[in-house]
Nanobody
């Protein structure tokens, strides 16, 4: 059973930083793409960043400010968020997707990030 548990969200002032963590377990498929997505009130859930092996991908809105990384020894994916803006306010979700069977994916419960101006 795949489990994803996010932590690290909170309230921060604009210009500040936060680091989100996603502890995962139960992933049995070999080619897994880990990612962070976010959903603001009344909006759709959008990709923020993904990582597969040494390849990372970012939404244009976070390039240069956010960094995704993965520690396989700790079964954890991180999202370092710097220079936060009020528009970064959202619930952030951890995601794992089977690269071979993309319809097989799992979500964490989400963690709230609020950036005050």
């Amino acid at each position: 059973q795949v489990q994803l548990v996010e932590s690290g969200g909170g309230l921060v002032q604009a210009g500040g930083s936060l680091r989100l963590s996603c502890a995962y377990s139960g992933i049995t498929f070999g080619f897994s793409v880990m990612g962070w997505y976010r959903q603001a009130p009344g909006k759709q859930r959008d990709m923020v960043a993904t990582i597969f092996g040494g390849t990372t991908s970012y939404a244009d809105s976070v390039k240069g400010r956010f960094t995704i990384s993965r520690d396989n020894a700790k079964n954890t994916v991180y999202l370092q968020m710097n220079s936060l803006k009020p528009e970064d306010t959202a619930v952030y979700y951890c995601n794992v997707k089977d690269r071979v069977v993309p319809t097989r994916q799992y979500w964490g419960q989400g963690t709230q990030v609020t950036v005050s101006s």
